[in-house]
């Protein structure tokens, strides 16, 4: 059995979980325009922009091979839980014959969770099991540890790249892993490679903080974001994201309060705007702008899918918050049809107004 | 403030609000008659103008779908006028383990976040319930509180509204438009047949806040009728029935509207009864572009006519007439070929 994942983030990650498994892991290629191309050509024109690219990877994914895909499902209400069924009957009117096998939430359906579990358990030991899903957590908590700092050290790289040169090794080490010590052992590693940075050396009062906030798949990859952390960090701002993979797993997948901690705080803090969670990341969004705001930072940027639900519930109420805590925040809707000069031209402008800003409040 | 100036009135005259938008078209019966019980005045915002849609446009993001900017032009409106408070409730699900579009969902938060002024007068009573029937007065009993009712009169309100309410519904299923069945209910107005022959019957898929809206459906019910046409809406269907359509899917829709505009759908597809189906979607609805989909490809397996209207603010009159006198057109003639070939 061949076996395929959606592209989004870090995908090394869910390729190491599947290949500790015993599967024959296919990874789909990084998302590019012709993914993209794929994936507008057979989805309806109004589905959000992740399910267009999302079903062009898989198409991209069956094309070298892939038989069967993996896939997380959702509860709703947002479009998302929705886009395993619709990739499914896709897929199947374009005459592939495709098994995908989606995770929803257990409770909805308990004996089809454990009979998917148990394919794609692979008829390994339970141990086997714990093993490898420890050591990607382990190695999703690493990953996202070091792709935070190279977040804030990207803005002061004195040679142009650096820092996106030595990601991309990183990920490629991380594929060797087999065991948790492994983990540990390239995670240190990494840090190492990172410490051989040259970094200009900037007072704090210059430094730049910007947040990423916004629906999870946008926020997450990369290639179609129009790599906005690269871009802002050639702009000279530190970045934080509001999304990383190791803390959706937190809140999502790991048992036990103390894991939901960080999650519910926030979702505590997004109250005021959003009362109820209504579905995508919306209420979280509106959280985590209130939070980078109280720690201090100098702006956000706002990214969704074009006519995203949920997202348009927040951009609605954004400029309210934006109002209230007194911070700049720049709504950037991505789709087929964005244009990297015209993102690139708006973030510039942000910037330049964060730069002004910050200098007349200091001064 | 509120109740000092409820105090100056008397509480008989207290102004509730409720957008001529959204869910009036499904729920306006049970909520006028629960206010009007309660001893409030209803004010309903007109009918939707291109210069309330304009002025909703201003006062929205741009990307959002036209039936929430229609609610905010009517939001705006109520609040020029001297309305005391303005009924908005979050509706989150009426149905187990299904919920609203997340828009509605959010809807309270939304607009008293963007639309200035409005932060203090809307009510959200949060609406959660098993069916479609939503005058379970526990829901109600916090909004009482701000109006400074008791729990017995919201009670014995509810249950004034909840008759009303079922007796549209009832009307409703004779195969009457919603329009009508709330004329019906709330006036006494007995609608009038249709004239003309009756040749085809289209099964009409839409929301209800998209079909019965004047500015976004352009009247489409009565179009159809004109050329003879017998149209079907899901809400003319029994909702036990409708249901059950659903059964063969592995997984069912999020969104209870959709779910139920899809079952219809399908159960449209299997009646041979039924000669062709048309879809009307606002621009930017999310559950309808997956559900169009669905849709498109299960036509086509069962070969039966499907016509997707996308409608937004742009959308011109004689485009719309056009395609449909097309429509019914192309059903007719292949009608009449297989009568004559039979």
Redesign the interface.
């Known amino acids: 059995m061949k076996v395929s994942f959606p592209y989004m983030g870090t995908t090394v990650i869910y390729k190491k979980l599947l290949e500790l498994l015993g599967h024959e892991v296919i990874e789909p290629p990084e998302p590019t325009q012709r993914t993209i191309d794929l994936g507008v050509k057979y ?6 922009f992740p399910l267009k690219v999302v079903l062009g990877s898989y198409i991209e994914a069956l094309e070298i091979g892939a038989e069967t895909l993996v896939t997380s ?1 959702g ?5 998302a ?2 886009y ?3 990739h499914k ?2 897929l199947e ?1 374009m005459g592939y014959d495709v098994d995908i096998i989606v995770f ?1 939430g257990y409770k ?1 359906d308990i004996m089809g969770t454990i009979k998917k579990v148990l394919r794609v358990k692979n008829g390994k030991p339970w141990r086997t099991v714990w093993k490898a899903i420890k050591t990607v957590y382990a190695m999703a908590k690493a990953l996202d540890g070091i792709e935070k700092r190279i977040g804030q050290m990207r803005a002061y790289e004195i040679h142009r790249g650096d820092c996106t040169k030595a990601w991309q090794k990183i990920k490629k080490s991380f594929d060797d892993v087999k065991t948790i010590e492994d983990v540990e052992r390239i995670e240190k590693e990494s840090h190492i490679l990172l410490d051989e940075i040259a970094l200009r050396d900037v007072p704090d009062s210059d430094r730049l903080r910007i947040g990423i906030v916004g629906e999870i798949y946008v926020v997450m990859e990369q290639s179609i974001n129009l790599r906005i952390e690269e871009t802002l960090g050639s702009l000279g701002a530190e970045v934080e994201r509001s999304q990383y993979i190791s803390e959706w797993i937190d809140f999502n997948l790991k048992p036990g309060a103390s894991a939901k901690e960080h999650e519910l705080y926030i979702l505590k803090k997004g109250e005021k ?4 969670i ?3 990341h ?1 209420k979280q969004t509106v959280g985590h702008i209130v939070d980078y705001a109280e720690r201090g930072f100098d702006g956000v940027v706002h990214l969704m899918p ?5 997202e ?2 927040s ?3 954004i ?3 934006s109002k209230d805590y007194n911070i700049p925040v720049i709504t950037l ?1 991505i789709d087929e049809q964005t244009g990297a000069a015209n993102v690139l031209t708006r973030l510039e402008a942000f910037m330049d107004l964060i730069r002004n800003n910050k200098k007349t409040k200091t001064a | 403030m509120y109740n000092f100036l409820m105090f100056l009135r008397g509480f008989n005259n207290l102004k509730i609000g409720i957008p001529r938008a959204l869910l009036y078209y499904y729920y306006y019966p049970l909520w006028k008659t629960f206010f009007e019980t309660l001893g409030c005045e209803v004010i309903i915002s007109g009918k939707t103008t291109i210069d309330l849609l304009d002025k909703g446009i201003k006062a929205s993001v741009s990307d959002i779908c036209v039936p929430i900017k229609i609610l905010n032009g009517h939001v705006l409106e109520l609040l020029e006028s001297d309305v005391d408070y303005i009924f908005l409730p979050r509706m989150m699900s009426i149905r187990k383990g299904e919920f609203f579009c997340p828009k509605f969902m959010g809807l309270p938060d939304m607009v008293r976040h963007s639309l200035p002024g409005a932060k203090d007068k809307i009510l959200f009573p949060n609406i959660s319930s098993l069916s479609d029937d939503i005058s379970d007065d526990k829901l109600y009993y916090d909004m009482g509180q701000r109006l400074g009712v008791t729990d017995k009169n919201i009670k014995e309100s509810l249950k004034e509204g909840r008759k009303v309410w079922n007796e549209f519904r009832r009307f409703s299923k004779e195969d009457y438009t919603a329009l009508e069945a709330m004329d019906y209910v709330l006036e006494g107005k007995l609608p009038e047949k249709q004239v003309e022959d009756i040749n085809i019957t289209i099964g009409l898929m839409g929301y209800v806040y998209d079909v019965y809206d004047d500015l976004v459906s352009m009247g489409i019910v009565d179009r159809l009728r004109k050329m003879g046409v017998k149209v079907i809406t899901f809400e003319m269907m029994d909702e036990v029935m409708l249901d059950r359509e659903l059964d063969s899917m592995k997984k069912r829709l999020f969104w209870t509207f959709s779910n139920k505009l899809l079952a219809a759908g399908y159960k449209f597809l299997k009646d041979e009864s039924i000669d062709g189906i048309i879809h009307v979607t606002a621009f930017g609805c999310g559950p309808d572009s997956l559900i169009g989909k669905l849709m498109e490809i299960d036509s086509e397996k069962l070969g039966k006519p499907f016509m997707t209207i996308r409608v937004d603010e742009h959308t011109g009159e004689n485009h719309l007439q056009t395609r449909i006198e097309a429509f019914v057109d192309m059903i007719y003639r292949k009608k009449s070929k297989y009568i004559k070939e039979a």
């Open positions: 989805s309806p024109e109004f589905a959000c499902g509860h709703g209400p947002c479009r839980g929705f395993g069924e619709t009957k896709i009117n929803d909805r705007y959003i009362q109820e209504i579905g995508g919306a074009f006519a995203c639900l949920p348009l519930v951009q609605s109420i400029p309210t918050i809707p």
